[in-house]
């Protein structure tokens, strides 16, 4: 297995999120770290702080430089696909080729009924998602891109440079859906990220996301599967093994430990031992 953490930028403050992602840097253990994309806090206080994702993201990248970096995920909704499309490239060039592209449909009607961002239903959501993920990889990987579609129209589109990974960044989809979600994955996504829930909902969600991928005639191996694992405040690094181990039963590929605010380094070291002893840490790592 592999691992990854999460800090979600609410609730916090950015020097206390850059140390503790200085602090990764220097510790193999954790191949990638992750934020997020809302503007208002979630499951919490909504009125609280809330650092937006991919300007956090872009610092961070440049105060580390072994980490892979990625939102997770970018609510396709709140910029156009195009735009996106021409800050990955940016951060991918950056970073000197170290971004993971998280993309989901978006979800969250409070913020996006009070920037008077349209959301729109179920069906418009996933339609829109759809016709994003294909114009997105146009324009990371094509010299120009013409797409006529319902909800984005593009001619003879550019985006340059594009950056040093061919023929696009990783791209990862998060969420548990069994009809949209897992579809659109198998045929756009190199990485799926299951939101949360049991070993016994993974497994569900991971043979359809397989039924899929034999659906478009792909090889559900070429998709990276993760999970959001959490720490608790307690800090009980033993349950969060325990919780891999089950997803690893599984499947899993990739864990992404979900750290507790406040954000403190000093929980990365313990982590990672504790990950090292296990014997669950991928034999290349």
Same mark, same amino acid.
């Given at each position: 297995?592999?691992?990854?953490?999460?800090?979600?930028?609410?609730?916090?403050?950015?020097?206390?999120?850059?140390?503790?992602?200085?602090?990764?840097?220097?510790?193999?253990?954790?191949?990638?770290?992750?934020?997020?994309?809302?503007?208002?806090?979630?499951?919490?206080?909504?009125?609280?702080?809330?650092?937006?994702?991919?300007?956090?993201?872009?610092?961070?990248?440049?105060?580390?430089?072994?980490?892979?970096?990625?939102?997770?995920?970018?609510?396709?909704?709140?910029?156009?696909?195009?735009?996106?499309?021409?800050?990955?490239?940016?951060?991918?060039?950056?970073?000197?080729?170290?971004?993971?592209?998280?993309?989901?449909?978006?979800?969250?009607?409070?913020?996006?009924?009070?920037?008077?961002?349209?959301?729109?239903?179920?069906?418009?959501?996933?339609?829109?998602?759809?016709?994003?993920?294909?114009?997105?990889?146009?324009?990371?990987?094509?010299?120009?891109?013409?797409?006529?579609?319902?909800?984005?129209?593009?001619?003879?589109?550019?985006?340059?440079?594009?950056?040093?990974?061919?023929?696009?960044?990783?791209?990862?989809?998060?969420?548990?859906?069994?009809?949209?979600?897992? #579809?659109?994955?198998?045929?756009? &996504?190199? !990485?799926?990220?299951? =939101? @949360?829930?049991? %070993?016994? $909902?993974?497994? #569900?969600?991971?043979?359809?996301? &397989?039924? !899929?991928?034999?659906? =478009? @005639?792909?090889? %559900?191996? $070429?998709?990276?599967?993760?999970?959001?694992?959490?720490?608790?405040?307690?800090?009980?690094?033993?349950?969060?093994?325990?919780?891999?181990?089950?997803?690893?039963?599984?499947?899993?590929?990739?864990?992404?430990?979900?750290?507790?605010?406040?954000?403190?380094?000093?929980?990365?070291?313990?982590?990672?031992?504790?990950?090292?002893?296990?014997?669950?840490?991928?034999?290349?790592?």
């Amino acid at each position: 297995m592999r691992f990854a953490f999460k800090t979600s930028p609410q609730n916090t403050t950015w020097s206390d999120m850059l140390a503790v992602w200085k602090a990764a840097d220097d510790i193999d253990v954790f191949e990638s770290g992750w934020t997020f994309d809302h503007f208002y806090p979630i499951f919490s206080d909504s009125t609280g702080p809330c650092l937006e994702g991919w300007v956090t993201l872009t610092a961070l990248a440049q105060a580390t430089t072994r980490l892979r970096v990625g939102v997770l995920v970018t609510g396709i909704h709140y910029r156009h696909p195009a735009v996106l499309a021409n800050m990955a490239s940016a951060l991918d060039i950056v970073s000197d080729g170290r971004l993971e592209l998280g993309i989901g449909a978006g979800w969250n009607e409070e913020e996006s009924g009070a920037y008077g961002i349209e959301l729109g239903s179920i069906k418009e959501r996933f339609d829109r998602f759809e016709e994003a993920c294909q114009v997105l990889k146009g324009l990371l990987s094509q010299e120009t891109t013409t797409f006529d579609g319902h909800y984005y129209q593009l001619k003879d589109a550019r985006n340059e440079p594009k950056g040093p990974q061919q023929p696009h960044p990783p791209i990862c989809i998060g969420g548990n859906g069994e009809k949209r979600t897992l #579809r659109i994955t198998a045929q756009y &996504a190199d !990485h799926w990220n299951f =939101v @949360g829930g049991t %070993p016994e $909902e993974f497994a #569900r969600k991971r043979d359809v996301l &397989a039924r !899929h991928c034999a659906d =478009v @005639g792909r090889d %559900p191996k $070429e998709i990276l599967l993760s999970a959001h694992v959490r720490l608790g405040e307690d800090r009980n690094y033993r349950r969060v093994i325990e919780d891999c181990i089950a997803l690893g039963a599984e499947g899993l590929d990739l864990a992404i430990v979900y750290l507790p605010p406040p954000y403190d380094p000093a929980v990365l070291e313990p982590l990672a031992e504790t990950i090292r002893d296990s014997g669950l840490l991928s034999k290349d790592r």
